[in-house]
């Protein structure tokens, strides 16, 4: 049966009280600390700032750890990926969301940690900013690597290079970065049947609805107490659906 567990508190502080060996796939959202056209600008910030639009009617709470600039955030990110990979059985994967500014950054920081980078997933939204004069910013990207070589499947599985998915809207948003449920649900088949998965960043809880419905089990970390609180009752009721 599928269980989980959510951790109050900062992710380098409680990823080693988690056991070694012990998951089967990381899959993280980490504040991605992008945008902000200077150093004063990038400091003063908020997430909200950054990534709401002004005339939203929602109120969205904020959250903490988006104004690292590239150098500290690289630090920053290599350091929770290591005690990821230290959480990891061998072959789990690592699948880590970033955006076209810190996609270099993001993948310096898998690599140093010890991952083994396998590749890059995009991540389609069709509903996304228009750039005028210029491309619409419909995709992020989602980093793959691997303690190893990756899981071998008993039954072998055939992922999408590419997924597709809009945040979700209107009562159904409530975080600001929100990833949809179903471009999860994809992701996590990565992690081997009845597996873990573990999220250092773990939000409104997304990942762990996702890994529920796909039958594993997991473990978040969140530091804001508001969505540690609204992710243990989004997998609540998540735990109560029958998976599919």
């Given at each position: 049966m599928s269980t989980w567990t959510i951790h109050d508190g900062d992710a380098l502080a409680v990823l080693p009280t988690i056991q070694t060996a012990s998951v089967d796939m990381v899959l993280a959202d980490p504040p991605y600390n992008s945008g902000g056209r200077t150093n004063a600008e990038r400091g003063q910030q908020t997430a909200r700032g950054k990534y709401v639009s002004g005339d939203v009617g929602h109120q969205l709470a904020d959250f903490p750890g988006d104004n690292r600039d590239q150098r500290s955030y690289t630090y920053w990110l290599t350091l929770v990926l290591l005690e990821c990979l230290r959480a990891a059985k061998l072959g789990a994967s690592a699948l880590i969301f970033t955006d076209f500014r810190q996609l270099p950054a993001t993948s310096d920081a898998l690599q140093a940690a010890g991952w083994t980078w396998r590749g890059i997933v995009p991540w389609h939204k069709?509903?996304?900013?228009?750039?005028?004069?210029?491309?619409?910013?419909?995709c992020e990207y989602i980093l793959w690597g691997s303690n190893g070589q990756p899981h071998r499947h008993a039954e072998p599985v055939y992922l999408p290079g590419l997924v597709k998915g809009s945040q979700p809207r209107g009562t159904g948003r409530v975080h600001i970065t929100q990833k949809p449920v179903d471009v999860l649900r994809e992701l996590v088949r990565i992690c081997p049947p009845g597996g873990t998965v573990l999220d250092p960043f773990t939000g409104s809880g997304s990942t762990g609805v996702a890994a529920l419905a796909e039958g594993r089990s997991?473990?978040?970390?969140?530091?804001?107490k508001h969505y540690a609180a609204v992710a243990r009752q989004r997998l609540a009721e998540a735990l109560a659906q029958p998976t599919s």
């Open positions: 069709p509903i996304s900013r228009p750039q005028r004069d210029g491309f619409r910013r419909e997991f473990i978040g970390v969140e530091l804001t």
